[in-house]
């Protein structure tokens, strides 16, 4: 059974409004990767050249970004670096951390070996103010996974549905629950020992964990949301996508309007900062 985005929409009870078409895409960027240093764990790449070309790259010879933004398929790297692009679910800071320098060979990007490993945890906190704290905690104290990504209840609804974990698994969810998502890759047996020991240091808060099936499922189907939108659009819904980087000391925005549906997500965790997303769907004017 595949995904069903107009499926999801009417669940929310969100009424469409007027069907839409988004503008055309541009086509994607030529281009790819020129040269990889090896010993420097560098990439000479293409600015102009799409993020997921040069990654498709890198992988073939056994090399990666890491976490990339949304959208990345046809992203430039210009665009990424200039704007710092955030991953869908990462930590620390947005795409500007991988430049190293540029000339007019190329724009270097700092790249890392594929993993041997990886491993998964789903974590539920009791609310998304302690789901943030959660994040707080783990970045401070240096056990932040790789992919982490904080959902509170709304949004876990969406990406569990687009995940296709079943009815059984979302209804363990309480209204004010909050779904932490954590993947941590490295050498084999010490991304299971990394995720172990972040899901550890979540116990004061309440966190009960779910194991890795539900991480797992989320990890290969997250491009399901993030390409929602033309679907929605054109059955008549709007898909909007915000976010904001906040330090720890500032207070959470509530984000809900009236006649819509809101879905929080916070990712790129750092010792001073967070960053929080927000999802909206809303019938088309």
Do not use: K
Not at 124 to 150: H, K, N, S, V, Y
Not at 156 to 179: C, H, I, M
Not at 216 to 243: D, S
Request: charged fraction near 20%; include cysteine; charge should be negative.
């Amino acid at each position: 059974m595949s995904w069903s985005p107009l499926d999801w929409a009417r669940s929310t009870g969100i009424e469409p409004g007027a069907p839409g078409t988004l503008p055309p895409l541009d086509p994607t960027p030529p281009g790819g990767v020129i040269s990889i240093d090896r010993r420097a764990q560098l990439a000479r790449v293409q600015p102009t050249a799409a993020l997921g070309a040069i990654e498709l790259e890198l992988r073939a010879a056994g090399w990666t970004l890491g976490p990339l933004p949304e959208n990345s398929e046809r992203m430039p790297v210009v665009s990424a670096v200039a704007t710092d692009a955030s991953s869908l679910a990462g930590s620390g800071t947005g795409f500007l951390s991988h430049r190293y320098d540029e000339s007019s060979q190329g724009l270097r990007l700092r790249i890392l070996p594929m993993p041997e490993a990886q491993a998964g945890c789903a974590v539920l906190l009791p609310d998304f103010t302690r789901g943030i704290e959660a994040l707080r905690l783990l970045a401070q104290r240096d056990r932040l996974p790789e992919e982490t990504l904080l959902l509170d209840r709304n949004a876990a609804g969406l990406w569990l549905s687009a995940a296709e974990v079943g009815s059984q698994t979302e209804s363990l969810l309480r209204p004010e629950d909050a779904l932490l998502l954590m993947v941590a890759q490295g050498a084999s047996g010490v991304a299971s020992e990394n995720i172990a020991r972040a899901a550890a240091t979540l116990t004061d808060l309440g966190a009960e964990t779910l194991g890795q099936d539900v991480a797992q499922a989320w990890a290969a189907t997250r491009e399901r949301v993030v390409t929602a939108t033309p679907a929605l659009v054109a059955a008549g819904w709007e898909f909007e996508r915000r976010e904001a980087r906040r330090t720890w000391s500032d207070p959470i925005a509530e984000a809900r309007q009236s006649g819509s549906w809101v879905g929080m997500e916070a990712t790129g965790a750092n010792a001073h900062s967070v960053l929080l997303r927000a999802r909206r769907l809303s019938a088309a004017s």
